[in-house]
């Protein structure tokens, strides 16, 4: 069983850094194709970006490329995904949260939320101008 604890939301001005976190908690970390998704008030959950499984391979929605960067790590014995998230925008104000897709493949990425077998519970990022 595969368990995802999100961090490091919070309230940020236009324009500031923040970098949330996932925390992976079970077997095969590496075997997991990772992925960050929000959601906003009265919006459906949208893709943000995400990673394979050697993180080699990164894909970015069009809304944030080239101001966030997702990221892996593998030190034992934490696991964990990190979004980089920078020039933050009002419109970035959401729950982030992290999911990750098992055996997809060695290349496979994911920008479908149905493709994700587990979710955290996510954690609240707010972005005022």
């Known amino acids: 069983q595969v368990q995802l604890e999100e961090s490091g939301g919070g309230l940020v001005q236009a324009g500031d850094s923040l970098r949330v976190s996932c925390a992976f908690y079970?077997?095969?970390?590496?075997?997991?194709?990772m992925g960050w998704f929000r959601q906003a008030p009265g919006k459906e959950r949208e893709f943000v970006a995400a990673?394979?499984?050697?993180?080699?391979?990164?894909?970015?929605a069009d809304a944030v490329q080239g101001r966030f960067t997702i990221s892996r790590s593998r030190d034992s014995p934490m696991n964990m995904v990190h979004l980089q998230m920078n020039n933050l925008k009002p419109e970035d104000t959401a729950v982030y949260y992290c999911?990750?897709?098992?055996?997809?493949?060695?290349?496979?990425?994911?920008?479908?939320?149905?493709?994700?077998?587990?979710w955290g519970q996510g954690t609240q990022v707010t972005v005022s101008s």
């Open positions: 999911g990750a897709q098992w055996e997809g493949g060695p290349q496979a990425i994911f920008d479908q939320d149905s493709k994700y077998d587990y």
């Open positions: 079970g077997r095969d970390f590496s075997m997991y194709a």
């Open positions: 990673i394979n499984w050697s993180g080699g391979n990164t894909y970015y």
